[in-house]
Nanobody, 127 residues
């Protein structure tokens, strides 16, 4: 049984930092690209970042480039998202997802490329 569990969300002031973690079991973590998505109230789910199975390459949506860093530890089946210089517009539920592919690829931002999802962790950035 596949389980994907996010943690690390919380309330932070603008300009602050948070580190999200995601642990996955029941799948070949080291053979899967992994991604982070987010969804704000009333908005569609948005791709944030993706990392290929080996840790490189990585991809980011434009709004988080230079502020967020995705990484993974395949020895611990864990995915991370370091979020710095947070803004109120980063407020959302953040989801971890395992791809059906080993590489992120040019369509990394499509939710349909991901087969296993966590329940999400809430990130709230106050102004």
């Amino acid at each position: 049984q596949v389980q994907v569990v996010e943690s690390g969300g919380g309330l932070v002031q603008a300009g602050g930092s948070l580190r999200l973690s995601c642990t996955a079991s029941g799948l070949s973590f080291d053979e899967s690209a992994m991604g982070w998505f987010r969804q704000a109230p009333g908005k569609e789910r948005e791709a944030v970042s993706c990392v290929s199975k080996s840790g490189l390459p990585t991809y980011y949506t434009d709004s988080v480039k230079g502020r967020f860093t995705i990484s993974r530890d395949n020895t611990k089946n864990t995915l991370f998202l370091q979020m710095d210089s947070l803004r109120p517009e980063d407020t959302a539920m953040y989801y971890c997802a395992a791809s059906a592919h080993p590489a992120c690829g040019g369509s990394w931002y499509l939710p349909t490329r991901y087969v296993s999802w966590g329940q999400g962790t809430q990130v709230t950035v106050s102004s």
